[in-house]
């Protein structure tokens, strides 16, 4: 029986989902004895890790389970995926660390952000639906739509919540994961031929904890 690499990279081309790849790289912050980043470092904050811009990518979804949760720490979701990757992919030189974003899958979030001390998600979003915050104890006020940077700062060209405001923000964000242990995996290459390799990541809301 003979394998074709090429049919592999075409199929998983074909029916394959939208992905970023964000490759990781060791912070200069991290302490060489212990391992711990500084938590108020400006480039990873206090993840330890950096990531490059995202390349766009394609792979194959084989898997994908998720499970929100609550701790001590707040809610989290815990979960794992399987990508197939096709040799013809730059994925497919994926290593440890790496965020992969899935640009075909999408899920709610709402947060609560303080205004002036923490203006940031660490998550991609696709949308915000709304802005709204309490005064006077019982009132509520809709706040205008921000823009988001590609660090995840908001910003405001009319309707901030005012500074030191606990504002609630909602919407859709792109469900983000990263490569833990299992770095891409060969399958048992047929006489060296390079078939598409396994890829488990998971979820980014885990990342250091």
């Known amino acids: 029986m003979e394998f074709s690499v090429d049919w592999f990279n075409d199929h998983l081309a074909g029916m ?23 938590p108020n470092c400006p480039i ?35 979960g794992d995926a399987v990508l197939s990757v096709p040799e013809s992919s730059l994925l497919y030189e994926a290593g440890q660390f790496d965020r992969v974003t899935m640009l075909n899958a999408t899920d709610q979030f709402s947060l609560v952000l303080v205004r002036g001390q923490n203006d940031r998600i660490s998550f991609p979003v696709q949308n915000i639906d709304q802005i709204y915050w309490i005064v006077s104890g019982n009132t509520i006020v809709e706040g205008g739509i921000p823009s988001v940077a590609s660090n995840g700062q908001l910003s405001w060209t009319s309707g901030a919540p005012p500074a030191g405001t606990h504002y609630s923000i909602s919407g859709t964000r792109y469900s983000e994961y990263f490569a833990w242990d299992e770095v891409p995996g060969d399958r048992n290459h047929h006489y060296g031929s390079r078939l598409p390799r396994k890829l488990v990541v998971r979820r980014f809301d885990l990342f250091g904890r």
């Open 16 to 38: 394959g989902q939208d992905f970023l790849w964000r490759k990781a790289s060791m912070c200069p912050c991290v302490n060489p004895h212990s391992g711990a980043a500084k």
């Open 44 to 78: 990873c904050g206090g993840k330890g890790r950096s990531w490059t811009n995202p390349v766009s990518v394609k792979a194959g979804m084989a898997s994908e389970r998720v499970l929100r949760q609550w701790a001590q720490f707040g809610r989290y979701e815990a």
